[in-house]
């Protein structure tokens, strides 16, 4: 049996971890494969109840034996993660991996896992390189999963979409996650032309995540004609620093893809806005904010990107909390 903690059971984490989960005919048993990571507040959520997935065709449930809130819950368990999957926030790396080096974790529990950043926006792989992990060990993926965290205990799956991750994972672990994906009728590829997928879902974040966040909308509304050439000049300046980062992209064919998940996903709210909502830090930076980054770097104004990632940066009505 390969076992499974995922860092950062949210929203998507915990989708995630139902996916990896063992089905379970016999009604009341807890699966033992799948360990999740989260707030305590969800996590009790889950052990009284379950977690509870909404989908469109009608509900679901999933238990699960490990629920932990704390490393040091982890470390002091009887579980051994063959695969970390880290989903948290982007701007929640660096502490995980601050708590990751000040625990012994890493010589102990987790000593053979292999790491797995699910997560949004560039630039992960190289904060978590500070950790000094062989690189065999460390692999990145996607997900265009549109999943709703709606209260403790409770997600909704608002849309549908592929997961990918890097072709290099090692075979036996690509095994397990190809057949459970399919077990549960969800697709999974692994790419060997990983990064130009990542720079694709990172030039669709780059415009529906902030258009989104500034107007209060759900994804739809970047289908609205009066932001069609807002829309396309995003994607010009991101495929001209696509270009430079060695990745080739036409701005007409990313714009079809653009519009391609909007109308997939138009009435599912976007994590960019929920975050605004509950007034927290959004993962801007590591998006918009990432090509402004790269622009910077090869000397090349991103005017539009600058002005969506200030506007969103000035809407953090409560910057104490990003702190909690």
């Known amino acids: 049996m390969t076992n499974v903690l995922i860092y950062g059971a949210g929203a998507i984490g915990s989708f995630i971890g139902y996916i990896l989960a063992d089905s379970l005919p016999t009604k ?10 989260g707030r305590e507040s969800h996590m ?27 490393l040091h819950e982890l470390g002091s368990s009887d579980f051994y993660p063959d695969i970390v999957i880290v989903c948290v926030k982007t701007y929640s790396l660096v502490g995980v991996c601050d708590d990751l080096k000040e625990s012994d974790i890493l ?6 896992a292999s790491f797995v950043l699910l997560m949004n926006g560039m630039g992960n792989k190289e ?24 209260r403790d205990g409770y997600i909704e799956l608002k849309g549908m979409g592929k997961t990918v991750l890097e072709e290099r994972i090692n075979a036996k672990e690509k095994e397990f996650l190809k057949a459970r994906f399919e077990e549960k009728s969800f697709e999974i590829e692994f790419a060997p032309d990983f ?11 780059s415009v529906i995540n902030p258009i989104s966040a500034l107007t209060g909308k759900e994804n739809g509304i970047v ?44 009435q599912n709210t976007c994590s960019m806005l929920q975050d605004v909502k509950k007034e927290k830090m959004t993962e801007i930076d590591s998006i918009n904010g990432y090509v402004i980054q790269l622009a910077k770097k090869h ?22 909390k990003d702190a909690q």
């Open 28 to 37: 009341g048993q807890k699966n033992e494969n799948v360990a999740l990571l």
């Open 44 to 70: 009790r959520r889950i052990e009284e109840v379950g977690l509870q997935i909404n989908f469109p065709e009608g509900k679901k449930s999933a238990q699960f034996k490990h629920c932990f809130t704390s």
């Open 223 to 266: 289908l609205s004609d009066l932001l069609r050439e807002t829309v396309k000049n995003i994607v010009k300046e991101c495929v001209i620093i696509a270009g430079k980062e060695g990745i080739k992209a036409d701005t007409e064919s990313v714009l079809e893809v653009v519009y391609s998940v909007a109308k997939r996903t138009s």
């Open 195 to 205: 990064k130009k997928h990542q720079w694709n879902k990172l030039m669709v974040n």
């Open 107 to 112: 010589q102990t529990h987790l000593k053979n």
């Open 127 to 150: 904060v978590f390189d500070q950790l000094d992990l062989p690189s065999d060990r460390v692999y990145e993926g996607i997900t265009s999963f549109g999943v709703k965290f709606s």
């Open 299 to 320: 000397k090349i104004d991103v005017p539009v990107n600058e002005t969506l990632y200030g506007l969103v940066k000035s809407i953090r009505v409560c910057p104490q």
